[in-house]
């Protein structure tokens, strides 16, 4: 079980997941900044679509996004099935459930085909997790050739990193690293940026592999 799931589950995880989609956030957001036109921005979306969100939560991105589909659809995958049932809960209330897919996953292994979204999106789980590399790996695997990955997460600085609890929120975060992550999974024309307290950054799946470099550094 990752650390994600062990800290959204049960009562603490229905908890949230009422509150990341509740008039609340805007307070959180009023201390934070709000990354949310951006993230839109960078996913550049046409309507048809196929959208992973990845670490979904009660659905605030996965909902965003519906909204802005036609005949597309967002795939939502998370490992709480209580932000899972919040968010069939508020898919349904605006009239966006059949635009909707949930699947009680771990990002970590996301039961998807390779190359069968347009776009990756994973906001605020990152920074949760023993390894997002992998995370950012499994991005890349599904997103078709072409496709781009938007991902936004908490700048963590050196010197507050230490009174986070879980494992994994024991290091610094922010443009740079986020950048060897992308760069890590083959992704390529990327870019980042901080809004607020948010590191946001988007990549883009090659649409042909780039080759290994060989022994001496070379293409």
Same mark, same amino acid.
């Not at 959180?28 to 670490?55: K, S």
């Given at each position: 079980?990752?650390?994600?799931?062990?800290?959204?589950?049960?009562?603490?995880?229905?908890?949230?997941?009422?509150?990341?989609?509740?008039?609340?956030?805007?307070?959180?957001?009023?201390?934070? #900044?709000?990354?949310?036109?951006?993230?839109?921005?960078?996913?550049?979306?046409?309507?048809?679509?196929?959208?992973?969100?990845?670490?979904?939560?009660?659905?605030?991105?996965?909902? !965003?996004?519906?909204?802005?589909?036609? $005949? #597309?659809?967002?795939?939502?995958?998370?490992?709480?099935?209580?932000?899972?049932?919040?968010?069939?809960?508020?898919?349904?209330?605006?009239?966006? /459930?059949?635009?909707?897919?949930?699947?009680?996953? /771990?990002?970590?292994?996301?039961?998807?085909?390779?190359?069968?979204?347009?776009?990756?999106?994973?906001?605020?789980?990152?920074?949760? &997790?023993?390894?997002?590399?992998?995370?950012?790996?499994? &991005?890349?695997?599904?997103?078709?050739?072409?496709?781009?990955? =938007? =991902?936004?997460?908490?700048?963590?600085?050196? /010197?507050?990193?230490?009174?986070? #609890?879980?494992?994994?929120?024991?290091?610094?975060?922010?443009?740079?690293? !986020?950048?060897?992550?992308?760069?890590?999974?083959?992704?390529?024309?990327?870019?980042?940026?901080?809004?607020?307290?948010?590191?946001?950054?988007?990549?883009?799946?090659?649409? $042909?592999? $780039?080759?290994?470099?060989?022994? /001496?550094?070379?293409?």
């Amino acid at each position: 079980m990752t650390a994600a799931a062990v800290e959204f589950s049960g009562a603490k995880g229905r908890f949230f997941a009422w509150f990341l989609t509740s008039p609340m956030r805007r307070l959180l957001e009023w201390r934070m #900044g709000r990354p949310d036109d951006r993230i839109l921005e960078l996913l550049d979306l046409g309507g048809d679509q196929q959208v992973l969100d990845a670490g979904c939560g009660s659905g605030f991105h996965s909902l !965003m996004v519906a909204a802005r589909l036609d $005949t #597309g659809r967002v795939v939502s995958v998370d490992v709480s099935q209580e932000m899972l049932d919040r968010l069939h809960r508020n898919a349904v209330a605006r009239g966006l /459930d059949a635009r909707v897919e949930s699947l009680l996953a /771990d990002g970590l292994a996301l039961p998807l085909p390779d190359a069968s979204v347009d776009r990756a999106l994973s906001a605020a789980v990152w920074h949760h &997790l023993d390894d997002p590399d992998r995370a950012c790996a499994e &991005l890349a695997r599904v997103l078709r050739p072409g496709g781009r990955a =938007v =991902v936004c997460d908490l700048v963590i600085e050196p /010197d507050t990193k230490t009174v986070r #609890g879980l494992e994994g929120h024991d290091r610094a975060f922010g443009p740079s690293e !986020m950048r060897r992550i992308f760069e890590g999974a083959g992704l390529v024309d990327v870019e980042t940026e901080t809004i607020g307290r948010w590191v946001v950054g988007a990549a883009t799946r090659p649409a $042909t592999p $780039t080759p290994p470099p060989g022994p /001496d550094g070379s293409p």
